[in-house]
């Protein structure tokens, strides 16, 4: 097993909480996550009908043959368990007593507000990351293989493709998670909405754009979208909300939360279309995001994750808030460094003087380096620089 950074996190509330919760992607590692830092406790799937059926009909029984606590998996099929859970963790005051898992964010999420406030600690976890994999030493050699291959757990510890797994990965999503989200009459047309999102990944959002190149209206792309970004197939970035005088756009943009998922869905399905594919750039910009997002998920501390552009064109791809102050971050998917990458990030930290931490900028090539006040980190490099910079 690959060890995950998210487990120390886990282990932590745990001393506080009497009930964990792990969301996350399907096949994201929550129930081997779960049985590792638990280990003994017992484990029951509530995707089993007979399981399902026992909990829905007599929860008490249910819960009363874990007297040492329990990891329930897939727990938003049986919202109703929830209500009986409460009881009975007030009554026992044990911490870490009772460890959730579910794939739908949503409906557990609104159950565990409504039920459970206060007794519950939420972990979010997402595919592997670029550290976990270099510590297991599992990173591919190559960019190109880690943008296609992304970080889905079951791509590193199976004998499959990544074509093969993908294309049964969406097939499951869309069949399954869609359908308990919303009622969708046409699931191809879904599917083919979820395409048009990944040739978008790393642009700025444009819902009626988006809903027309469907054949939808603004305001369905805009509840699709909801149910991608609930279910953590994307993500939307928000502008930094701080102007410096300055005319911002207003529309968050648009990521995916694993490169190859997104690559998959784009049609690339090998390292020679993606060299010269012209979303190249745009996955590794959607990798470096999806790093940031895993750091933060992992280490248990709030997102915090911004970008900048004002009206006339100036850019900075990533604005972390940190308590030492802005951390601004460009991302480039060149292999040679250029001076002129850096134009971005010298005109906000103009604009934004003090409040501005050292500038930083990600890119596709091999060594890291320091030049003129300016951290360049290779690819490879990005996941304890990041963590060195934003958390450490």
């Not at 999806?290 to 064109?313: C, I, T, V």
Request: a neutral charge; one cysteine or more; charged letters at 20%.
């Amino acid at each position: 097993m690959i060890r995950r950074d998210a487990a120390s996190t886990l282990a932590r509330l745990a001393k506080g909480f009497p009930i964990l919760a792990i969301t996350g992607p399907r096949q994201a590692g929550k129930t081997t996550l779960a049985k590792a830092v638990f280990i003994g406790k017992p484990y029951v799937t509530l995707e089993n009908p007979d399981e399902r059926e026992f909990a829905q009909n007599d929860p008490k029984r249910f819960l009363a043959r874990f007297p040492q606590g329990a990891i329930l998996d897939e727990v938003q099929r049986t919202p109703q368990l929830l209500s009986w859970l409460q009881g009975w963790v007030d009554e026992r005051k044990v911490m870490g007593d009772f460890v959730l898992t579910g794939s739908a964010q949503f409906d557990l999420i609104e159950s565990i507000t409504q039920t459970l406030a206060g007794r519950v600690a939420r972990v979010e976890l997402l595919p592997l990351s670029a550290g976990e994999l270099a510590e297991a030493e599992k990173l591919p050699a190559a960019l190109t293989q880690m943008l296609i291959q992304g970080s889905y757990p079951a791509l590193y510890d199976r004998q499959i493709s990544p074509q093969d797994w993908f294309s049964n990965y969406i097939a499951t999503y869309v069949e399954r998670d869609v359908r308990q989200l919303i009622a969708v009459r046409d699931l191809g047309l879904f599917q083919t909405f979820v395409k048009m999102c990944a040739a978008r990944t790393g642009q700025l959002l444009n819902l009626a754009s988006l809903g027309a190149d469907c054949g939808i209206s603004a305001v369905t792309a805009k509840q699709w979208l909801t149910v991608l970004e609930t279910s953590y197939v994307i993500t939307l970035l928000r502008p930094h909300h701080r102007n410096y005088g300055k005319r911002l756009v207003k529309s968050p943009k648009l990521y995916f939360l694993d490169s190859g998922l997104a690559a998959w869905l784009m049609g690339i399905r090998d390292a020679q279309t993606l060299e010269t594919h012209a979303g190249r750039g745009a996955l590794f910009e959607t990798w470096v995001v999806s790093e940031l997002y895993k750091q933060r998920l992992n280490a248990g501390q709030p997102l915090d994750l911004y970008f900048w552009r004002d009206s006339a064109g100036n850019e900075v791809d990533l604005i972390i808030e940190t308590a030492r102050g802005l951390q601004p971050l460009e991302i480039k998917s060149g292999s040679t460094y250029a001076a002129d990458w850096a134009h971005g990030l010298r005109k906000w930290q103009a604009l934004a003087g003090s409040e501005c931490l050292e500038p930083a900028l990600v890119y596709g090539g091999e060594m890291s380096f320091a030049r003129e006040g300016l951290k360049v980190w290779s690819w490879k490099d990005v996941a304890q620089s990041i963590r060195e910079t934003t958390i450490g």
